[in-house]
């Protein structure tokens, strides 16, 4: 079928939509598959049941329940949903923000979607711009979404190595790229696919450059702070004027609700509503209405705080653990796990691609992301993309030991045969 260019662009597979096929086909399919790839979360039972108290406390509340699921929200998203969110960030970290300030999008990939073509691409006046990624691998979830081609601008990390077998990228500030073509500055913090954290300083850096060039410093907040608090290490949430928040309930353990949270200025999230109310009418309102009570309460916060990241902590350490346990004699490294829920390997002179390895492993039912994907925007070639992958601990203990012991079992193959 003749297709546009935007359908060329947009309907065509892609790392993400791999990741989500894959995802997909794991989880609901018959095939048993040991699921390392995706962003799936865990399902965290001490979670899962204050949503379902709160769900129960909305279906005995007709009225909440018949307004949840039978009126249309604002293209901005809930009302009294933007509202808490907004007084819950001004009385916990002092951030001068109202409702008017809060959007809500279907996820946060939407949002990206938005603020991407919002801020780069072609402009009336025949100027483009770009996003620029300054510290690369970034999110897989940001390579298709620009409409224009080359919407990406990205640059090769400084890599330090902590010890034998963990590394961490850093951003390489003396060679960033910044020219007068870069209309925003994105950064995942935690950085999914590695778990790097940006430290507060590094932020406040940023923050600095992209004020100085009147452009918005994007932070993808989805696995970080203040909720979910997916972050292992000391880290303070970051927002002024200039800088534009985009956080989830994903991670929290709401996937299914595609709920997603931008905190920007007015004239933003503006924007994202009159885009909302173009391409959906309105945001969804089950996940507000599921999430509103903890957020008025401030028992979010507590929640991330005190049962998501000790949870996802100690799966952390149990399967870097087995890595270690797996490869030995391997040469190999793991990026330092600061947060997320993802690691990071690197397998130096791998004989195949990441792709290769993303097969084999598939044919022993054992899904992993490929690096390669997690690299938009870097135009210089690159070894190193294809020598990574992203796996997942978020799935049960056994499912990733094995994943990994398998992991392991095709890369010492992949050496011995080169």
């Not at 270690?324 to 004699?329: M, P, T, W, Y």
């Amino acid at each position: 079928m003749n297709v546009s260019k935007f359908g060329k662009k947009i309907a065509v597979q892609s790392g993400i939509g791999q990741l989500m096929d894959d995802l997909g086909a794991a989880l609901s399919g018959h095939r048993e598959m040991l699921m390392l790839g995706g962003g799936n979360p865990s399902h965290i039972p001490a979670m899962e049941e204050r949503f379902r108290r709160s769900m129960t406390a909305m279906l005995e509340d007709g009225g909440r329940f018949d307004r949840a699921v039978g009126n249309y929200d604002p293209p901005q998203g809930n009302r009294a949903f933007c509202e808490a969110v907004a007084d819950l960030l001004r009385r916990q970290f002092g951030w001068d923000i109202s409702r008017q300030n809060i959007g809500v999008t279907h996820g946060s990939q939407s949002a990206f979607f938005i603020l991407f073509n919002l801020l780069a691409g072609e402009f009336e006046d025949g100027i483009r711009k770009r996003v620029l990624f300054p510290l690369s691998p970034e999110y897989i979830g940001y390579a298709d979404v620009g409409l224009c081609p080359d919407l990406f601008v990205s640059q090769k990390p400084v890599i330090e190595h902590i010890d034998a077998h963990t590394f961490k990228y850093h951003i390489d500030f003396d060679r960033l790229p910044i020219g007068d073509d870069i209309g925003a500055i994105c950064v995942s913090r935690p950085t999914n696919p590695t778990g790097n954290v940006l430290s507060n300083q590094e932020l406040e850096k940023l923050s600095g450059l992209a004020r100085e060039r009147d452009i918005p410093l994007i932070v993808d907040n989805a696995y970080g702070i203040p909720f979910p608090n997916i972050i292992f290490v000391d880290a303070e949430p970051h927002w002024d004027p200039n800088t534009i928040v985009c956080m989830s309930l994903s991670k929290l353990g709401l996937p299914g609700v595609r709920t997603g949270i931008v905190i920007a200025r007015e004239e933003i999230v503006e924007m994202i509503a009159r885009v909302n109310a173009v391409v959906s009418l309105a945001p969804g309102g089950v996940g507000a209405a599921i999430a509103a009570d903890m957020v008025l309460s401030g028992e979010i916060l507590l929640a991330g705080r005190e049962i998501v990241r000790p949870f996802y902590e100690k799966k952390m350490q149990e399967a870097v653990a087995r890595v270690h346990e797996c490869f030995k004699g391997l040469e190999y490294h793991v990026h330092k796990p600061e947060g997320a829920f993802f690691l990071w390997l690197w397998f130096p002179n791998l004989p195949i691609t990441s792709q290769e390895l993303y097969e084999r492993l598939k044919q022993r039912n054992v899904l992993v992301v490929p690096g390669h994907h997690f690299f938009p925007g870097l135009a210089e070639s690159w070894p190193h993309t294809n020598e990574c992958i992203r796996v997942s601990y978020a799935q049960d203990a056994k499912i990733v030991a094995a994943g990994i012991q398998a992991i392991a079992d095709e890369v010492r193959r992949a050496y011995q045969r080169s």
